[in-house]
Nanobody, 116 residues
Framework: QVQLVESGGGLVQAGGSLRLSCAAS????????MAWYRQAPGKERELVAG???????NYVDSVKGRFTISRDKAKNTMYLQMNSLKPEDTAVYYC??????????WGQGTQVTVSS
């Protein structure tokens, strides 16, 4: 059973930084894409950033220039460096991946809270 474990969330003041990690294990098939989503209270889950197996990245407009997604293929680990955090970045952040067999898996989520 594929497992995704996020870490690195927490409470930070506006303007601060956090680095989220997502470690994947028990992967039987090649990972095609990995991504970070977030869900704020009362809002729908939204894509924050994604990275393909070839290294192509994409970001939601609201985080461009502030967040950086990266991936260590050897460790099956993905990262999200979040700088210049804003209160509106407060949400539960989830990592997800899609395998070559087109199966999608989700982590349990990690809370990020940005105080003003």
């Amino acid at each position: 059973q594929v497992q995704l474990v996020e870490s690195g969330g927490g409470l930070v003041q506006a303007g601060g930084s956090l680095r989220l990690s997502c470690a994947a294990s028990e992967i039987s098939f090649s990972i095609v894409t990995m991504a970070w989503y977030r869900q704020a209270p009362g809002k729908e889950r939204e894509l924050v950033a994604g990275i393909s197996t070839g290294g192509t990245t994409n970001y939601v407009d609201s985080v461009k220039g502030r967040f950086t997604i990266s991936r260590d293929k050897a460790k099956n680990t993905m990262y999200l460096q979040m700088n210049s955090l804003k209160p509106e970045d407060t949400a539960v952040y989830y990592c997800t991946l899609v395998t070559l067999m087109r199966s999608r898996y989700w982590g349990q989520g990690t809370q990020v809270t940005v105080s003003s």
